[in-house]
């Protein structure tokens, strides 16, 4: 632990000076217990949950008829480079509109679209989302556009290639 060595010295002159004391602290208990502790809430801690988000995918099926749905219940949301989203509704691929992912911009486009359905259909979980991500586009913003579906509570979307006709009308 720790020990004090004294020591004696004696002057030319045959006296005895002070004692000088030295004091020497053995840290080596310090350490064991540092480490101890150290692997102690190394051992106790949980790593961090990943938190996955929830992707529904269709079943691996050949489908001879496949489904379709009215023009007027579909927005297509093309997502570009900069943070720029390009949407367009039905077919209509020469009114071409361009927002972002703000609250104010996208979460705002999806609920208009599901009013407009709900107005002509009825019920506004009709509307049915088709998102195109580009090569431009990151990862980042596909998934704020599934954030979107889910905070909008849209159950009808599906994440397909663009078509060449579309990136040539918006020069992608």
Same mark, same amino acid.
């Not at 002057?11 to 080596?28: A, E, H, W």
């Not at 269709?58 to 009215?70: I, Q």
């Not at 990151?138 to 579309?166: F, G, S």
């Given at each position: =632990? ?5 020591? #004696?010295?004696?002057?030319k002159r045959g006296g005895i000076r002070s004692k000088k004391l030295s004091t020497r602290v ?7 217990? !540092? /480490? ?5 809430? &190394? /051992?106790?801690?949980? $790593?961090?949950?990943?938190?996955? $988000? ?20 579909? @927005?297509? /949301? @093309?997502? !570009?480079?900069?943070? #720029? &989203? ?9 009114? #071409? ?9 996208l979460r705002i486009i999806i609920q208009q679209k599901m009013e407009a359905v709900k107005k ?6 009709? @509307? ?14 596909? #998934?704020?556009?599934?954030?979107? $579906? $889910? ?6 979307? =599906? =994440? &397909? ?12």
């Amino acid at each position: =632990m720790a020990e004090i060595n004294a020591s #004696v010295h004696n002057n030319k002159r045959g006296g005895i000076r002070s004692k000088k004391l030295s004091t020497r602290v053995d840290l080596t208990p310090m350490v064991d217990l !540092g /480490f101890l502790l150290i692997t102690f809430f &190394i /051992f106790t801690t949980t $790593m961090q949950d990943s938190h996955a $988000m929830k992707l529904n995918v269709p079943n691996d099926r050949d489908v001879k008829e496949p489904s379709t749905t009215a023009e007027s219940k579909t @927005i297509s /949301f @093309i997502l !570009g480079a900069d943070n #720029v &989203i390009y949407y367009y509704n039905g077919l209509n691929k020469q009114g #071409v509109r361009q927002t972002d992912y703000s609250p104010s911009g996208l979460r705002i486009i999806i609920q208009q679209k599901m009013e407009a359905v709900k107005k002509q259909f009825g019920h506004s979980g009709e @509307i049915v989302v088709l998102i195109k991500p580009t090569d431009a586009s990151n990862y980042q913003n596909l #998934v704020n556009v599934l954030d979107e $579906m $889910m905070i909008n509570n849209v159950r009808k979307y =599906m =994440m &397909i290639d663009p078509e060449k006709d579309e990136l040539r009308v918006l020069q992608l």
